[in-house]
């Protein structure tokens, strides 16, 4: 069994910073792709950022040049650091994993944590 879990998100005003961070744990073999993604009331979920295992990043448009995603293999952490926050930001933000949990199963799995509130006011 994989288990994630979010923290850091919050209140902030608008133009400033939050940094969210998920931590990984479980039977897990190695990470591929890890991800930000986030869901406003009443919208659906959207893609926020991804970075691979080999460090490339990709970022939504709407997000490029205010936030950063980060990973820490050894910790099996992804990090999201958020700047010049916007009240269009304010969401649940969800982590999800691509993972392989053994050295026999190619296949590759998706896991999502809980979600942390993001709440930008104006």
């Known amino acids: 069994q994989v288990r994630l879990v979010e923290s850091g998100g919050g209140l902030v005003q608008a133009g400033g910073s939050l940094r969210l961070s998920c931590a990984a744990s479980?039977?897990?073999?190695?990470?591929?792709?890890m991800g930000w993604y986030r869901q406003a009331p009443g919208k659906q979920r959207e893609w926020v950022a991804l970075?691979?295992?080999?460090?490339?990043?990709n970022y939504a448009d709407s997000v490029k040049g205010r936030f950063t995603i980060s990973r820490d293999n050894a910790k099996k952490m992804v990090y999201l650091e958020m700047n010049s926050l916007k009240p269009e930001d304010t969401a649940v933000y969800y982590c999800?994993?691509?993972?392989?949990?053994?050295?026999?199963?190619?296949?590759?799995?998706?896991?999502w944590g809980q979600g942390t509130q993001v709440t930008v006011s104006s």
């Open positions: 479980g039977s897990i073999f190695s990470i591929n792709t």
């Open positions: 999800k994993i691509w993972v392989r949990v053994s050295r026999t199963d190619t296949q590759e799995y998706t896991y």
């Open positions: 970075v691979t295992s080999g460090g490339t990043t």
